[in-house]
């Protein structure tokens, strides 16, 4: 494949050009989520991120199988040994089962991720579905001397695996920068050092979500699933392993850590990673309240909120931002992308109306296709793919205003490169309606036309009462008369 795409390896702190292990097959991993919330900001820039890698690989005619696990155990609070699962502990506390949740959110998640016109991976494959893989891989580390049983866990031996390959390559953080930064917390007394990382851990009586497994009832440590499932649907050795830079450490250190303990050698061959989200130029967080889900963004449903943003608004603004470089919200800066996506698609819509001259006068449009395409090589550099889109509607707002021509051939190129790069590649729609908020909007409508029929009944109007009803069943819904007034839904 003739490409000059080039990547940052976050591996090898530089920019490589991308040659696939097995052209044209290439293997791309990603990190997903932990599935017991909705999902917010942080989700979608990853998504959106490895979307458009997805996106561009095929465009250059690789046949990628995209792999982005579901998180639904082992992924405890605080990112720690010894917190409670994060499923687990939303199951407790809501009473369902963890699965319950995990189906919940996961059906939200990826709402969400349709929305924002994220194309689906080619396997979503879920942790707590490759048990076996991950208790496979924990009996090879500790075959290979890389960890320890110790009462029904088995930890990861840190300082034993640095003696002969080296911990801390990702991160570039060194093992004594790990043992400081290493919190003395309860269950320390298990490892033979805090910067052991747990593989396996033994269930308390209490933890709702274990298996059996060589070591007793446990449940694997976070780290292992996505080795273990890299490894199951990509090969001992795959292309591209993504996620966002604050999984660096100690995800995916303990991921190379695991991945050289038991088969001997790195199973990544790029590591990409988006820089993260700030809101306000504050971290996003649940005790900052700033943390603002995708759905509310779509409605304008938190105070932080002057309106609600569109998805494509959303996908527009990360992607105005290189993936690498920081990006914050603000209603300003939302607002700003908002007019800037309408423009550009206000020049496509230009564009299908202009008829062509003789001759192209005025305008240089020739290029195009080139200088955006370079931009996408450069490590996905979105933001000036779409300076040059700008810049290009420009153009078409020239011939508009009749101040320029363009002839039959320029025309049919801009038009296929305006399609390429805004719809196929960057993902964008020309929708911008507000799905979200219109299917909001549309329920309360049901919803009021059900408190009239209410009225209705309690004046004895039943004629009234009756043709609600009958006009909202031949559209589909289904009305339910409960005890504190009404419930439907639509069948389809
Ligand atoms: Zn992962």
């Known amino acids: 494949m003739e490409h000059q795409l080039?990547?940052?390896?976050?591996?090898?702190?530089?920019?490589?050009?991308?040659?696939?292990?097995?052209?044209?097959?290439?293997?791309?991993?990603?990190?997903?989520?932990?599935?017991?919330?909705?999902?917010?900001?942080?989700?979608?820039?990853?998504?959106?991120?490895?979307?458009?890698?997805?996106?561009?690989?095929?465009?250059?005619?690789?046949?990628?199988?995209?792999?982005?696990?579901?998180?639904?155990?082992?992924?405890?609070?605080?990112?720690?040994?010894?917190?409670?699962?994060?499923?687990?502990?939303?199951?407790?506390?809501?009473?369902?089962?963890?699965?319950?949740?995990?189906?919940?959110?996961?059906?939200?998640?990826?709402?969400?991720?349709?929305?924002?016109?994220?194309?689906?991976?080619?396997?979503?494959?879920?942790?707590?579905?490759?048990?076996?893989?991950?208790?496979?891989?924990?009996?090879?580390?500790?075959?290979?001397?890389?960890?320890?049983?110790?009462?029904?866990?088995?930890?990861?031996?840190?300082?034993?695996?640095?003696?002969?390959?080296?911990?801390?390559?990702?991160?570039?953080?060194?093992?004594?920068?790990?043992?400081?930064?290493?919190?003395?917390?309860?269950?320390?007394?298990?490892?033979?050092?805090?910067?052991?990382?747990?593989?396996?851990?033994?269930?308390?009586?209490?933890?709702?979500?274990?298996?059996?497994?060589?070591?007793?009832?446990?449940?694997?440590?976070?780290?292992?699933?996505?080795?273990?499932?890299?490894?199951?649907?990509?090969?001992?050795?795959?292309?591209?392993?993504?996620?966002?830079?604050?999984?660096?450490?100690?995800?995916?250190?303990?991921?190379?850590?695991q991945s050289v303990a038991s088969q001997g050698h790195e199973m990544v061959r790029y590591w990409m990673h988006n820089n993260m989200i700030t809101i306000n130029g504050k971290k996003m967080g649940k005790s900052l309240g700033n943390f603002i889900t995708l759905d509310e963004f779509f409605q304008g449903k938190h105070e932080l909120l002057t309106q609600a943003y569109s998805p494509m608004t959303i996908r527009f603004f990360i992607l105005q931002a290189h993936y690498r470089s920081t990006v914050d919200f603000s209603n300003e800066a939302l607002q700003a992308a908002e007019k800037g996506l309408e423009r550009l698609l206000e020049g496509l819509r230009n564009l299908e109306n202009i008829v062509p001259s003789a001759t192209t006068t005025g305008i240089q449009p020739q290029g195009l296709r080139e200088k955006c395409t370079e931009a996408m090589n450069d490590d996905l550099n979105t933001p000036i793919v779409i300076s040059h889109l700008f810049d290009a509607t420009r153009m078409i707002n020239t011939i508009v205003d009749k101040k320029a021509t363009i002839s039959a051939e320029d025309l049919e190129e801009l038009k296929s490169v305006f399609h390429l790069f805004v719809f196929d590649l960057l993902g964008l729609t020309a929708q911008t309606e507000n799905n979200a908020a219109r299917e909001e909007a549309y329920g309360k409508v049901v919803d009021m036309l059900l408190e009239q029929r209410m009225q209705a009944k309690a004046n004895k109007d039943w004629a009234t009462s009756d043709k609600i009803r009958d006009h909202l069943a031949a559209l589909g819904f289904e009305v339910k008369d409960t005890k504190d007034g009404f419930s439907w839904k639509l069948n389809k």
């Open 6 to 257: 080039v990547i940052y390896n976050t591996l090898s702190r530089q920019k490589e050009t991308f040659v696939p292990h097995h052209a044209p097959h290439v293997g791309m991993y990603v990190c997903g989520p932990t599935v017991y919330g909705d999902a917010h900001l942080g989700h979608a820039r990853p998504a959106i991120t490895f979307d458009i890698l997805f996106r561009y690989l095929k465009h250059l005619g690789y046949k990628v199988r995209y792999v982005r696990n579901i998180t639904d155990v082992g992924h405890l609070e605080h990112d720690a040994d010894d917190g409670e699962d994060k499923i687990a502990k939303k199951a407790r506390l809501e009473e369902l089962e963890p699965m319950e949740v995990v189906q919940f959110y996961l059906l939200r998640y990826q709402k969400a991720m349709e929305y924002l016109n994220v194309l689906p991976p080619s396997i979503e494959p879920h942790a707590s579905g490759h048990i076996i893989e991950q208790i496979e891989l924990v009996k090879q580390i500790l075959d290979n001397g890389f960890a320890y049983e110790s009462k029904g866990s088995v930890y990861f031996d840190v300082a034993r695996y640095n003696k002969v390959h080296k911990y801390g390559v990702l991160s570039g953080r060194n093992l004594d920068d790990v043992l400081n930064t290493t919190r003395e917390l309860d269950g320390q007394d298990e490892k033979r050092d805090p910067s052991d990382f747990a593989l396996w851990k033994n269930a308390q009586p209490e933890h709702i979500m274990r298996w059996p497994s060589p070591w007793g009832n446990g449940f694997p440590g976070w780290h292992c699933e996505c080795t273990a499932m890299g490894k199951k649907y990509l090969g001992e050795s795959f292309d591209i392993h993504g996620g966002g830079m604050d999984l660096i450490f100690p995800h995916h250190e303990c991921e190379i850590a």
